[in-house]
Structure formats: C-alpha cells, structure tokens
C-alpha cells in the first residue's frame, strides 16, 4: 500500500513539474508575442513620427494653393493615425495624454488652414512646429532604444500603470511635450475663455449651506421631498465648489450637484423601473416645460427631443429677444415615458452663460446661395462656436434636394462672413 501510495506521489510531482514546465513556456511566448506587438506599435509611431515632421517641413516650402491644401489634408491625416498608434502603446498616461493633445492641435491647424483657405498663419506658425517636430522625433528614438532594452524585465512594459513616470526613458518626452504644447500652441482669447466658463469661474454669487442646498434640491424637486438624502462636499481641489446630493426614496435613487455659488442645480439623475404603458409625445413635452417654467428657467426655447425605450430625451436653449438660439447655452432634461417624471437633467451649459459678441447679420439670397435644384425648407437664427470656440451668429438652414430621395441637411451659415460652418445630413 505504502508502495502504491509513494508511486503516485511520484508521478503527480512528475505530472506537475510538466505542467509547470508547459505553463512557463506558454507565458514565455506569451511574453515574447506582446513583446513583439509592442515593438511593431513602437517602429510604426517611429516612422510615422518622422514621416509627419517630413511632411510638416513640406508644407512650408509652398505657396500654391492646390499643392499647399493637398500637404495639409495629408498632416491631418497623418496626424489621426499617429494618434491611433499612439493610443496602442504602453506609455504612462500623461505621456499619452499630452501627445495626442499636440497631435490633435498640429491636425486641427492643418484641417483649419485647408478648409479656411488662409495659410498665413499655418506658414508662420508651423515654422517653429517643424522644428520641435524634429527634436521631439529625435528624443523619441532615444527613449524608444532605452524602453527596447528593459526586454528582460518586460512586466514593468507590460502593466505601465506601475510605473513612475520619473522611472521612465518617456520623462524628457514627457517634459518637451508640455512644453511644446503651451508654446506652439498657446490659448487664443476664444480658448481662454471656453476653459474659464468650463471651470464656471465666472459665477461670483454668495455662497450657500449645506441646509440650502438641501431646500434647493427640495423646490426642484417636491415629489421626491421626503426623501432620504446625504451631502457631501467637493474637494478642495475641484475646479468649482458644489454640494453633491444623494437621496433614496423608494425605488427611486439617484443624485444631485447644486452650486455653492448662487446654489444653481447642475445636474440630477434619477434611477427606477419604467412601466411599459408610455404617455403620449405631448403629454411628456407638456411635463418636460412646465418642469422649465416650474424652476424659472423662462428664457429656453425646446429645440430638439429623441427617445429610447423608456424615456424623452429634450434639449432646451436659452433664447434672445431677437429669437436667436444660444446653442451652447442649453438644458438636457430626460423624462420618464411612463409618467412624465423627471428622471434626469444637465444644466452645466446653461449655468456658463455665453458672452454674446456684437456681430453683424447680413441678408443671403437663398436662391442665388443653393443650387437651383435644392430648396429651403427653414432658416433659424442661432448662435454657435467655430472651430476655433469662437461664438458666432449664425443661419440654421434645413434644406431639401429635390431628388429622388429627398434627402434633407443642416448646414449653418456664418451670418456675417457667409460662410458655410457645419453640414450634416438628416434624412
């Protein structure tokens, strides 16, 4: 018996050796296959990196318009897929974070140029683009030869979360990135004040208690007033101070963030069962605006509603005296279908409360702008950003070709320059 006992002892630690064996080789070549991909990732961000800086330099050496727009189609899309391969390799996240960010700038700039049809500034500005192109590509190389020869120690690669970025052959990338990124392209006034309103450092009010944001979020919200709620505070380090709401009241339970400044409800989210027996369109449209005059929100106009299975989704903008819609000036409210409860809403645009330039609004002759056989179903005025962030007045015109699919676009119109922002088919 003891005979039998020890043979089988043996032959498991036999079994289990092989096996042990066989797991480490399958990690192994599980290794050397990452290793592999990730070197491959490394050589294409490479010559695609040498490939943009060619290209940037290129751009220079042209006045010819035809030439000049065919190098900058080719930058932006030589940017966009730079930019993918970026986001496959193993960099810490600040690294990665700041280089898609120069590369999004390099593409856009090349994409605005193209499309604007003025290359003064791209010539003056990408003279010093090109150059820390070339630096940057040469600092590369040399953190890419340092990240080859940690092979052996491939898991620090592997999991790059664990890794400092101080620790890292990426720490000179990483500093000539920041400092590229605030130099060639430095904030216009427009961007300045597009990260100021995000941070909603505008809003000045007196400030509110723990109390009365508590009675705010009750007089938004009356029917779920007996609920249990707790609040809590941002941290000091947030980019604005607000009271952050949760309750539970039954089924339902969800949140709230309401201004320390001013106490201005910022969002609210509701969860709970939707019944399948929806109220009519007009019913929950009816809800969703005497909710709006309900908390005084008296200057929005309802400008856009869609729906999924269990809810009306309903964008409203703040209004002028003149009619024009403030694009970036609007409220998300969500409505339950089944009963016309209010499960969610986003008033952060709202809150930011745009500047509205003074901006001259010249008359276009529609029949002379579209072709003979596309008519003009609806023109609004509205108020929207460019490319740049720069709040412009604008003509929304829906428009339909006479064809045989009728096909139907948005395409709105700068209202001063006359030229054309944004196009988008509808159906």
Known sequence: MMRSLTYLLGLFVVILAFVSIDYYNQNKQLERAVYATQTRDFSAATEKLSLLHTTVEQSLLFKDEKTLSNELDSIWRMSSELRKSVANLPLQQDVQNDWMRYLGKVGDNAKQAANSGDYTEWQNKMGTVA????????????????????????????????????????????KQLKSYNETDFPLTASESDYEKKRDLQHLKEQKITKSEAIQTFKMY???????????SKSKDDAPYPFYHIQYVRGARIGYADITENGGHLLSFLMERPVTKNPRSHE?????????????????????????????????????????????????????????????????????????????????????????DHVTVEEVKKIYTANAALELRKCYEVIARVNNAKQDTFRIVIDSEKQEVLKIEKLY
């Open 221 to 231: 919200f009356p029917h779920i007033d007996d609920a249990i709620v707790t609040v």
């Open 283 to 371: 019913e929950i449209t009816t809800a969703a605006q005497n909710f709006m005059k309900q908390v005084g929100y008296e200057d929005v106009t309802l400008s856009e509603s869609r729906e999924n299975h269990e809810a009306w989704h309903f964008v409203f903008t703040r209004t002028l005296d003149d009619g024009a819609l403030v694009y970036p000036d609007s409220i998300q409210v969500k409505v339950a279908k089944d009963n016309g409860e209010i499960m969610g809403v986003n008033a952060m645009e709202y809150i930011q409360e745009e500047t509205i330039p003074t901006q001259a609004e010249l008359p276009i002759q529609w029949e002379t702008f579209f072709a």
């Open 131 to 174: 150059t820390n192109l070339q630096a940057f590509a040469e600092e590369w190389n040399v953190a890419t030869v340092a990240f080859y020869n940690n092979d052996t120690d491939l898991k620090k690669w592997t999991n790059n979360q664990k890794l400092e970025l101080g620790d890292s052959p990426f720490v000179n990338v990483s």
